[in-house]
T-cell receptor, first 115, second 114 residues
Framework: GAVVSQHPSWVICKSGTSVKIECRSL??????MFWYRQFPKQSLMLMATSNEGSKATYEQGVEKDKFLINHASLTLSTLTVTSAHPEDSSFYIC???????????FGPGTRLLVL | AQTVTQSQPEMSVQEAETVTLSCTYDTSESDYYLFWYKQPPSRQMILVIR??????QNATENRFSVNFQKAAKSFSLKISDSQLGDAAMYFC???????????FGTGTQLKVEL
């Protein structure tokens, strides 16, 4: 199956700093990618839809100025957590649909810990 | 809005036995997709099986099969000949036509016992 990578897999940062997470589709092009957040022992909550060449679409309750999304190319989307605070600590997962297979593939996730 | 409900927070099964995980959903759409994803301790989401709503035939993938009841909006997953490697969190998910924007259920933690 198709592969989606995320970088970094683990990040620890100080409160007030910004953190950038990259999501790449390695063997297919994705005009759309999705960003999810998952708290321990909970389900995945969709945060936003990343659109290549246009602005991201955010789900209700997600602060767009807090979670900046840039879809720089057909294989790369980035999520930047700005001025991170301890409550932003979570597991962030991206996904990309492979149009040839009509299936979404998920990255391995990024664990963020804000101290 | 679409909702996905998994009423079993935890399930246990003996190795080599069969287990069924339940999922119900609510939608007013006629064209949609349903999925089961597996999340092992590594937390990598892995697609187990998918079902197109327009197909009446239940999807199967080796030891995994679904019971899709469209009128009842039910989508259960049956795992046959359970193996230790099947132990994971299982999420049922819904996507409207186009299969992109997923809505997940709350998950069922499956334990496989010797």
């Amino acid at each position: 199956g198709a592969v989606v990578s995320q970088h970094p897999s683990w990040v620890i940062c100080k409160s007030g700093t910004s953190v950038k997470i990259e999501c790449r589709s390695l063997d297919f092009q994705a005009t759309t990618m999705f960003w999810y957040r998952q708290f321990p022992k909970q389900s995945l909550m969709l945060m936003a839809t990343s659109n290549e060449g246009s602005k991201a679409t955010y789900e209700q309750g997600v602060e767009k100025d807090k979670f900046l999304i840039n879809h720089a190319s057909l294989t790369l989307s980035t999520l930047t957590v700005t001025s991170a605070h301890p409550e932003d600590s979570s597991f962030y997962i991206c996904s990309a649909p492979n149009p040839a297979e009509e299936t979404q593939y998920f990255g391995p996730g990024t664990r963020l810990l804000v101290l | 809005a679409q909702t996905v409900t998994q009423s079993q927070p935890e399930m246990s099964v003996q190795e080599a036995e069969t287990v069924t995980l339940s999922c119900t959903y609510d939608t007013s759409e006629s064209d949609y997709y349903l999925f089961w994803y597996k999340q092992p301790p590594s937390r990598q989401m892995i697609l187990v099986i998918r079902q197109e709503a327009y197909k009446q035939q239940n999807a199967t993938e080796n030891r995994f099969s679904v019971n899709f009841q469209k009128a009842a909006k039910s989508f259960s997953l049956k795992i046959s000949d359970s193996q230790l490697g099947d132990a994971a969190m299982y999420f049922c998910a819904y996507a409207p036509g186009g299969g992109n924007k997923l809505t997940f259920g709350t998950g069922t933690q499956l334990k496989v016992e010797l």
